[in-house]
T-cell receptor, first 113, second 117 residues
Framework: DAKTTQPNSMESNEEEPVHLPCNHS???????IHWYRQLPSQGPEYVIH???SNVNNRMASLAIAEDRKSSTLILHRATLRDAAVYYC??????????????FGKGTKLTVNP | KAGVTQTPRYLIKTRGQQVTLSCSPI?????VSWYQQTPGQGLQFLFE???????NKGNFPGRFSGRQFSNSRSEMNVSTLELGDSALYLC????????????????FGPGTRLTVL
């Protein structure tokens, strides 16, 4: 399975932008890049996903390197509610023809007031 | 729309026992995936069920099994519990599941915290 590498932790101040990096040097051409986050005492929740082009939604932006070996999740204005563990995930094709999500260790984001 | 529900939320068992966890997906979702989360190993994929058939399986021993019913509700069973099975077990549902070449947002439940003594 292709793996992702993220910093263990990052800190940000409230209302400032946050750039969360992810390396995935062994990504295959068909792997999608997904980001999920897990708030304390909750299950993970979807943030954003992409394949090749940069993506924007109401929660965040995803910047994907041209060679697809790295990506960056951008939170434009961090709030206290954004404090969570952020997972960069690749979807790996299986022998059965479908896919599974392969989670890494994630980045614990602390947002300071 | 109600979210993914998991029961029970907390469970304490002893070594050697077996346990069954339940997951009710969001209405209309046909795919249910199960994950194990531990501090040491993080989130690991167990298996995925789609339309009552196991479609994907992670690298877990045969003591871990699951099934899905016609109403898409799913159960997972762990037999002969070991101390290392203590974990948060998360269930996620999506409409189509993890389809090749696409993306189907996974909606996670709050998890069942299993403690094995």
């Amino acid at each position: 399975d292709a793996k992702t590498t993220q910093p263990n932790s990052m800190e940000s101040n409230e209302e400032e932008p946050v750039h969360l990096p992810c390396n995935h040097s062994t990504i295959s051409g068909t792997d999608y890049i997904h980001w999920y986050r897990q708030l304390p005492s909750q299950g993970p929740e979807y943030v954003i996903h992409g394949l090749t082009s940069n993506v924007n939604n109401r929660m965040a932006s995803l910047a994907i390197a041209e060679d697809r070996k790295s990506s960056t999740l951008i939170l434009h204005r961090a709030t206290l509610r954004d404090a969570a563990v952020y997972y960069c995930i690749l979807s790996a094709s299986t022998q059965g023809g479908s896919e599974k999500l392969v989670f890494g260790k994630g980045t614990k984001l602390t947002v300071n007031p | 729309k109600a979210g993914v529900t998991q029961t029970p939320r907390y469970l304490i068992k002893t070594r050697g026992q077996q346990v069954t966890l339940s997951c009710s997906p969001i209405s209309g979702h046909r795919s249910v995936s199960w994950y194990q989360q531990t501090p040491g190993q993080g989130l690991q994929f167990l298996f995925e069920y789609f339309s009552e058939t196991q479609r994907n399986k992670g690298n877990f021993p045969g003591r871990f099994s699951g099934r899905q019913f016609s109403n898409s509700r799913s159960e997972m069973n762990v037999s002969t519990l070991e101390l290392g099975d203590s974990a948060l077990y998360l269930c996620a549902s999506s409409f189509e599941g993890l389809a090749v070449g696409g993306h189907n947002e996974q909606f996670f439940g709050p998890g069942t915290r299993l403690t094995v003594l």
